[in-house]
Nanobody
Framework: QGRLVESEGALVQPGGSHRLSCTGQGFMSRLYKWAWYRQAPGQERELVAEIANNGNTNYAEFVKGRFTASRDNVRGTTFLQMTSLKPEDTAIYYC?????WGQGIQVTVTS
């Protein structure tokens, strides 16, 4: 039975940076595309970034140039490096691969 283990949440100041991680356990995650989503209070869950098994990435317009998705196929881990964070980036961030979803990581951007 597979599962995803995510890193801890964070409280970050505007303009700051933070890196999220997510590790797949119990299945061959390196074969599949990973994705990061986020959901802000009262909002729909939205796609933030995707990274294919060959490393190709795709980003939502609102994070382009600020967020970078990467992956370590040896460790079965994906990362989301977030920079120039804004208060509107405050949300619960989820990683997903295949049918698996992480438990969610709270990221709060506030001064």
């Amino acid at each position: 039975q597979g599962r995803l283990v995510e890193s801890e949440g964070a409280l970050v100041q505007p303009g700051g940076s933070h890196r999220l991680s997510c590790t797949g356990q119990g299945f061959m995650s390196r074969l599949y595309k990973w994705a990061w989503y986020r959901q802000a209070p009262g909002q729909e869950r939205e796609l933030v970034a995707e990274i294919a098994n060959n490393g190709n990435t795709n980003y939502a317009e609102f994070v382009k140039g600020r967020f970078t998705a990467s992956r370590d196929n040896v460790r079965g881990t994906t990362f989301l490096q977030m920079t120039s964070l804004k208060p509107e980036d405050t949300a619960i961030y989820y990683c997903t691969v295949r049918q698996y979803w992480g438990q969610g990581i709270q990221v709060t951007v506030t001064s």
